[in-house]
């Protein structure tokens, strides 16, 4: 299957800092990127769609002016988390689409906790 | 109601069992169905994908789609300690063809 990369695998943060994830499709291009965020013990939950080279859509109830979301090129979207407070602290998800690809391909996670 | 549901668990058998992992969902359009194993910390990683309703084995894995009943199910045979995860159903379909909805994960444990 496809491999997807994400960067860092854990970060450790302090309130108001901000942080940046990034997410990597390394064997193909991806013209479509997801950022999903997920609970312990609970499912993803999807918080954007980024596709290559426009504006990204969140989903409802999540702050874009928070979460800003790059994708740049068809290869590498960012995720920067704004002026983090503890509550943001999760595990965020990247997956990635493109042609030739028959599904998302899901990154490794990212660990996030705010201090 | 949740758009997918599934037994969060936790679900634990001896090595060797056969597992039933379930998930239920309350959107018709639904046509395309997939399970997820996601280790602890990891990301999760696809197992079966399935369009429409049937059967489809791939291994020890089993996926079946019973769209009249909104009803998609995952065996596992010879379950083996390496298969304790958490089992994640997911669906795709409708208006937005790209937008994964999940159902919450079901721990399974696999006692040696």
């Known amino acids: 299957g496809a491999v997807v990369s994400q960067h860092p695998s854990r970060v450790i943060c302090k309130s108001g800092t901000s942080v940046k994830i990034e997410c990597r499709s390394l064997?193909?291009?991806?013209?479509?990127m997801f950022w999903y965020r997920q609970f312990p013990k609970k499912s993803l939950m999807l918080m954007a769609t980024?596709?290559?080279?426009?504006?990204?859509?969140?989903e409802q109830g999540v702050e874009k002016d928070k979460f800003l979301i790059n994708h740049a090129s068809l290869t590498l979207s960012t995720l920067t988390v704004t002026s983090a407070h503890p509550e943001d602290s999760s595990f965020y998800i990247c997956?990635?689409?493109?042609?030739?690809?028959?599904?998302?391909?899901f990154g490794p996670g990212t660990r996030l906790t705010v201090l | 109601q949740k758009e997918v549901e599934q037994d969060p668990g936790p679900l634990s058998v001896p090595e060797g069992a056969i597992v039933s992992l379930n998930c239920t969902y309350s959107?018709?359009?639904?046509?395309?169905f997939m399970w997820y194993r996601q280790y602890s910390r990891k990301g999760p990683e696809l197992l079966m994908y399935?369009?429409?309703?049937g059967n489809k084995e791939d291994g020890r894995f089993t996926a079946q789609v019973d769209k009249s009943s909104k009803y998609i199910s995952l065996f596992i045979r010879d379950s083996q300690p390496s298969d304790s995860a958490t089992y994640l159903c997911?669906?795709?379909?409708?208006?937005?063809?790209?937008?994964?909805?999940f159902g919450s994960g079901t721990r399974l444990s696999i006692r040696p």
């Open positions: 997956s990635a689409e493109g042609q030739g690809i028959d599904t998302q391909y």
């Open positions: 064997d193909f291009q991806a013209t479509t």
């Open positions: 980024s596709n290559e080279g426009s504006k990204a859509t969140y």
């Open positions: 959107n018709s359009a639904f046509q395309y």
């Open positions: 399935t369009y429409s309703s």
């Open positions: 997911a669906m795709i379909g409708g208006s937005s063809a790209s937008k994964i909805i």
